[in-house]
């Protein structure tokens, strides 16, 4: 006997049932911290005086590394935002006039030429450090004392904080520049070339001066920012 002949059997589909590929989203927050990244600092405007040789040493000697607190950035479109942020004029042609008579002298013959380039080397990495980060929220200081408001306190607070971060580096590069410093006075001095030796002695209590009352007073103004808030 014949056995019916069964009917193919089919299976409905349901489109919606049927998954996708999985597209490799990208994580926001991924793309933002790599936004940030590529939009950190140090920068700065770039200082006012050119460099005076290319490359020169390691920003962070290997024996100023051991700072472990994290640095907050100090971020480029932070900086554009506020108008605030900018070295008083005061300090900055004080800083331009040290460099003009260091580079003069770093093209002095013998001894004294030597010496001026070895505190050349160790000085313009640390002006270039201070330009970004220790000497701006300096210029906040008159209008703090005429009870302005500051609008955009933000990339000040970050370079305070920086500052502190970095202050025992800092600090540590000044006893570093003063030996040089030493050095220099004493080659000008064996040359009687005066006016080497005055610059040295000019330098000196430029950084004394830093360390006393700049940096001071720059990190207070973060503080007093921090309470306005």
Do not use: C
């Amino acid at each position: 006997m014949r056995r019916p002949t069964r009917a193919p059997r089919t299976v409905d589909h349901d489109p919606k049932a049927i998954a996708a590929p999985r597209s490799l989203d990208v994580d926001p927050s991924q793309e933002r911290v790599e936004s940030a990244s590529r939009d950190s600092f140090p920068a700065s405007d770039a200082p006012g005086w050119t460099p005076l040789k290319a490359g020169g040493p390691d920003r962070y000697p290997a024996e100023h590394q051991d700072v472990t607190t994290p640095a907050p950035p100090v971020t480029t479109e932070a900086m554009e935002n506020s108008m605030d942020v900018t070295i008083p004029a005061s300090l900055k042609a004080e800083h331009d006039e040290l460099h003009r008579e260091l580079a003069a002298a770093t093209k002095a013959a013998g001894p004294v030429g030597e010496a001026a380039r070895a505190v050349a080397k160790l000085l313009h990495p640390h002006f270039v450090d201070e330009e970004a980060f220790a000497l701006p929220p300096l210029g906040l200081l008159a209008k703090l004392a005429r009870g302005e408001r500051i609008t955009d306190a933000a990339p000040v607070m970050a370079m305070t904080e920086r500052l502190k971060a970095e202050l025992p580096r800092m600090l540590a590069e000044h006893q570093t520049i003063t030996a040089a410093l030493r050095n220099l006075e004493a080659e000008a001095r064996m040359a009687g070339d005066e006016a080497r030796v005055r610059l040295a002695a000019k330098i000196i209590a430029h950084a004394q001066g830093e360390e006393e009352v700049m940096y001071p007073a720059a990190i207070l103004v973060g503080e007093y920012l921090k309470l306005k808030q």
